[in-house]
């Protein structure tokens, strides 16, 4: 059988400076279509919300998914330009609208979790931190994480159980589809009950990926040849049309390829507590 978890990266809500690069991008080429788009879309403050969109999916399709959310504290340091694309325009986790919509999607069936911020991996009381306001936020127990940016190193996994954590998703490739090291299935890095549930497709390599249905077929096939799970990371704002042609579309195609393929989907915190009670 096909199981598959959809998972969803909350980087951003809203656009900021890249109005700046994006229109810099389009006069580089001599795309004034792409600048005068750009111009217009200025002022729009739900382009990369996502949201709406991803739930409207889902919800078509009778699915659900994990939000993993962002709580980053790195300060912008104007002498330093490789921190900017990590501090502009990010979103605070307790503004009204956020906690909101956090509220409104755990009490509908969908889960919630921690996305570490870019330095948490690496920094236990960071990581209980961003453990406790999403728990303040939902009023109970978090117990899943995906590290912003991929970022782990060797004491990651045992911090995130140390303060309480049960899963992570982290363990994948940011530069293309397939799973890393071929490691298919979840493991346990102690030997206890903390898991760490690898995922095998993130949006930005699978659209930069010539054979990607053909390569997505070939993950299918390990997944149910392994009796493991499948599963997708597709960060909300790129749910943008006007930043991210055919994600959107990519994202419905994954879906119906993989109901065509009878598969069950589950929530990343619903496969953990599955393959948990079977190993207890």
């Known amino acids: 059988m096909l199981r598959v978890a959809l998972s969803h990266d909350v980087d951003r809500i809203r656009k900021s400076h890249q109005y700046i690069t994006r229109i810099g991008r389009s006069l580089a080429k001599l795309n004034i279509k792409g600048v005068f788009n750009q111009l217009r ?5 739900d382009q ?3 949201f709406d969109e991803v739930i409207k999916i889902e919800s078509d399709f009778g699915v659900k998914s994990t939000f993993f959310l962002l709580n980053e504290s790195m300060r912008l340091d104007i002498w330093k330009p490789s921190s900017w694309k990590l501090s502009l325009g990010r979103y605070k986790i307790n503004e009204k609208r956020i906690t909101n919509m ?30 406790g306001v ?4 939902v009023g109970h127990e978090i117990i899943g994480i995906r590290q912003h940016y991929i970022n782990l190193d060797d ?18 490739l940011g530069d293309g589809i397939g799973f890393r090291e071929n490691r298919i299935k979840p493991f346990t890095p102690f030997n206890n009950s903390f ?3 690898p995922f095998a497709v993130m949006d930005s390599c699978f659209a930069s990926t010539l054979d990607r249905w053909e390569q997505l077929n070939n993950l299918i096939e390990l997944s149910i040849k392994n009796e493991s799970i499948l599963v997708i990371n597709w960060h909300t ?16 195609r994954i879906i119906e390829t993989c109901i065509n393929r009878s598969a069950k989907f589950y929530t990343l915190e619903d496969y953990y507590k599955e393959i948990s009670a079977m190993n207890s």
């Open 237 to 252: 704002n790129n749910f943008s049309e006007l930043d991210f042609p055919h994600y959107k579309d990519n994202y419905i």
């Open 195 to 197: 898991y760490v549930i």
């Open 102 to 131: 956090i509220k409104w999607l755990d009490s509908n069936g969908w889960e919630v979790g921690v996305h570490g911020s870019y330095h948490s991996y690496n920094n236990s009381k960071l990581l209980a931190h961003e453990k």
């Open 48 to 50: 990369y919300w996502g």
């Open 41 to 45: 879309d200025i002022g729009r403050s």
């Open 134 to 137: 999403l728990e303040d936020i």
């Open 155 to 172: 004491s990651t996994w045992q911090m995130q159980s140390e303060v309480g954590f049960k899963y992570d998703s982290t363990w994948g």
